[in-house]
């Protein structure tokens, strides 16, 4: 059946951007009428749906936190249990919960010309039946990967394996891995964050590793922050230990890819200074400069300490076959294991699986261009909520949301209705969107939209040159249609 009311903007995701991408839309725009349509039952993308062993995150919560509800917690690197709590807390108190509907899965959307909307075929999971919901303006903050399922490559004779084989994605909270030989296959976040906090309960914990990965150890707690907080009121201690933590990554990731060499070396000597004589230097050496992959983020030394331990122990090595009891390698070593975890990465997919329509027309997402990272060529009335490779996520989700917010205030002092970037061929190249080397990227490469060669068509990963681009910025350009 088709809902009567119309709203003003959908906002399609109830995770950290989509909590987002609500606070500044009522605190922007106050008389629009605003929707949150999310699929599961509860609020937290990510940190609602993954549920494996010391879950946290790989960044620091002043960061990846939001700017406008200071992230109060001890802890810089927080548990996961914590960022949904954070996540809740900051919903509840500005207002933005009342506007959820959980279990609605935006299945298709649609734009029409005519009526200058979309339409969106939502499934609700309550009772099973369609309904559609009309918003003039969609931001679709669904993040970058499927929830249904992760990358599941198929290793050979794996039905052969007695044990219990499982996905970080699809996690068992009743496996008990109590005095049980767990071999994690992996070596990215994921990986590095179960092999200590598994090791506390298992026999023995092995991370099996085809290459290796950067790997830099910080401290759980930001002495800095936790010092201003005792002096300075909340709201200010918070804003200055956020732009201390953004100069410092973004330092760092320069300095990473000006000199990689030189930062490699240092990432290793840093690595080889927490393991002294357990050091190998075969499990730390990537064959990748600094940050063409994320830099794995460990907090107090947990990984090193668990390797110290003799509880856990790094493997690098190519799979042959699953065996019965474990994994025999091409090097001729046998990995016993109870429990195998695939810790193989993401799998990608843009608009959270929607099918996007104009019209008559169905639109692939491998054909767009991004307009500054936020919405896209041709693409009228639809922004998104995507985060940086090199950085906290919720950076750059916060920019495109307060983009949006001043778009839409644009919108409404000039009289329009509809905005459309428009990117002219003749005057930019088509380069890829991400120069990043990640698997989950290249495995994506044709599904992910494009960028152009400049300005307002280049995705910076950088949060100054973002700030410039997106909230300083005039809505006057000449790559806006307007109607």
């Known amino acids: 059946m088709k809902e009567t009311q119309e709203y003003d903007v959908v906002i399609i995701g109830a995770g950290l951007s989509g909590i987002c991408a609500a606070y500044h839309i009522q605190d922007k725009c106050p008389e629009k009428k605003y929707l949150i349509l999310e699929a599961r039952a509860g609020m937290g993308g990510t940190w609602d749906l993954f549920k494996y062993p010391g879950i946290r995150s790989d960044s620091d919560m002043y960061t990846l936190g939001f700017s406008f509800s200071p992230w109060k917690n001890p802890k810089a690197i927080a548990d996961g249990p914590d960022i949904l709590r954070y996540i809740k807390e900051t919903a509840r108190k500005f207002g933005i919960d009342q506007h959820i509907r959980f279990r609605h899965k935006v299945k298709r959307a649609r734009w029409a010309s005519e009526q200058q909307c979309w339409t969106l075929e939502v499934q609700n999971g309550e009772s099973a039946e369609p ?81 290796p990965s950067y790997i830099m150890n910080l401290p759980s707690k930001d002495v800095v922050a936790n010092g201003l907080r005792k002096v300075l009121p909340e709201k200010t201690a918070h804003a200055m230990v956020r732009w201390k933590n953004i100069t410092i990554g973004n330092t760092f990731y320069k300095a990473c890819r000006r000199w ?31 940050w063409d992959q994320r830099v794995c983020l460990i907090p107090d030394n947990d990984l090193f300490d668990s390797i110290k331990s003799g509880k856990s122990k790094i493997v690098t090595d190519t799979i042959k076959e699953f065996t019965a009891t474990g994994i025999a390698l091409d090097s001729g070593e046998h990995l016993d294991a109870d429990i195998i975890v695939t810790a193989t990465g993401l799998k990608v997919q843009i608009f959270g699986g929607i099918t996007v329509r104009i019209d008559e027309d169905e639109i692939a997402s491998g054909d767009l261009t991004a307009y500054k990272g936020v919405m896209f060529s041709g693409v009228p009335n639809l922004a998104v909520a995507l985060g940086y490779t090199n950085a906290s996520w919720t950076l750059k989700c916060e920019l495109n949301c307060q983009f949006v917010g001043n778009l839409l205030v644009h919108m409404r002092e000039q009289g329009h209705q509809v905005c459309t970037p428009r990117f002219d061929t003749n005057k930019f190249q088509i380069e890829p969107l991400l120069d990043f080397d990640a698997g989950y990227i290249k495995r994506a490469n044709s599904i992910l939209p494009k960028q152009g060669s400049a300005e307002p068509w280049k995705v910076y990963q950088n949060y100054f040159k973002d700030t410039k681009a997106l909230k300083n910025t005039s809505f006057e350009d000449e790559f806006l249609e307007y109607s």
């Open 131 to 211: 309904i559609e919901i009309q918003g003039k303006f969609i931001i679709s903050c669904c993040g970058y990967y499927n929830y249904e399922e992760g990358h599941s490559p198929k290793f050979p004779n794996s039905e052969q394996f007695q044990g219990t084989i499982i996905h970080p994605q699809k996690w068992d909270t009743s496996l008990d891995y109590t005095e049980k030989n767990v071999v994690i296959i992996g070596s990215g976040a994921t990986a590095v964050t179960l092999v200590p906090e598994m090791a506390k309960k298992a026999n023995s914990v092995t991370m099996l590793q085809r290459s």
């Open 260 to 290: 990689p060499d030189r930062m490699s070396k240092l990432l290793k000597r840093g690595v080889k200074k927490s393991l002294g004589e357990h050091y190998n230097e075969q499990h730390f050496s990537p064959k990748y400069d600094p």
